[in-house]
């Protein structure tokens, strides 16, 4: 298979220099394909400490990865789901932001980074190897199969026809909702809008622990006309985190972004276009005005979305105010009941520099361009 190494002839990756980290290579991939899970960890450490490691891929790993991915074709493979989740955290960890929502991979940087430019291409070229993964019979294989190959829009048009029956037979679920993303990322950057009613009337059953993640995938492959119904869906998604953060803490919601579906929702959300701005803000002034409600409540509820909003920013320069970030602050003003706490003023003045009452902040927003 192109792509592709077999295990016959890893001796290959030996004949470099002596006691180059390649020399050990033969030894522990063979080792991965024992029957005892004790005999693989060695070469599990090994991989781990020495090929992807503290943030960094050594360059040994671009002659190793085809032979990672003829694991997967000529087996026997006792974990791929582990062994794709390797090969996935090779290209988060050459992605520009650490990965976890990948939107392919700059060529720009890659030309300044011939490792992750090498890794990409060797995992591209061997893409053959992943895809039958797509309908392994464990659903947690299949998802990070498809975890793995939504780094690969370069390859849409074969991956999604084996990615979208993956969508249909997996639960609602983490590893639904990774087939989701991985749908709208692919579809969205190749153009093809043939999925939207699918995953619109995912959004229109009104439950459904994935419907948010139907909303990223619709939100990525629509833009940027987005739909408001997608709008609204993730900024309510994000309120229940903010009131009830702990069913998110202990429960993954995918692959991506390490389970965590805040993140997911709010990177979604500041690729909003200029043109959501105020339905956005409606739908922001609606939630905090619900009359049921404490002003506490209310106040713990417009904090957690303005963080969503701002992220780690000290302050907020008038340049950084982006459509998802002005919907989030616009909405305050009107926000009576949060404002009754005593605590948001404050807090806005503490965290980022911003008035501390409803018509300072108001003054302070039309400042902005």
Known sequence: MSGTRPLAEVDELSRGTPGDLLEQAPERLRA????????????????????CHQGAVHPAAVPVVPFLLGLLTDGPTPEPQRLLGF??????????????????????????????????????????????????????????AAELLAWFPNRAAEILP????????????????????????????SGDRSDIARLEAVLAAGAGVDRWAAGVALARITAPDIPPAVVETLIAELARIALDPEPYETVRGSR????????????????????????????????????EL????????????VVDALGDLDTVPAGELTPWRRAALGALPTAGAAWESGELGPWLTSAYGLPATPDALRDRLRQAP
């Open 32 to 51: 991965l394909t024992a029957e005892d899970a004790a005999a693989r960890a060695p070469a599990w450490h090994w991989l781990d400490t020495h090929l």
């Open 87 to 144: 090969l996935c955290g090779l290209v988060e960890m050459e992605s520009e932001d650490g990965g976890w929502l990948p939107d392919g991979l700059d060529p720009e940087r890659h030309t300044r980074l011939p490792v992750a430019r090498a890794v990409h291409t060797a995992l591209s070229d061997g893409i053959g190897a992943v895809l039958p993964r797509l309908a392994d019979d464990d659903p947690a294989t299949a998802g990070a």
């Open 162 to 189: 084996r990615l979208r029956p993956f969508c249909e037979r997996a639960r609602p679920g983490p590893e639904r909702s990774t087939a989701f993303i991985a749908l709208g990322l692919l579809a969205g950057a």
């Open 256 to 291: 991506f972004h390490r389970g965590d579906v805040g993140a997911l929702i709010t990177a979604t959300l500041r690729r909003l276009p200029p043109s959501r701005e105020d339905g956005a803000l409606t739908v922001v002034a609606r939630l905090l005005r619900d009359g």
């Open 294 to 305: 404490t002003p506490e409540t209310a106040a713990e509820l417009a904090s957690g979305l």
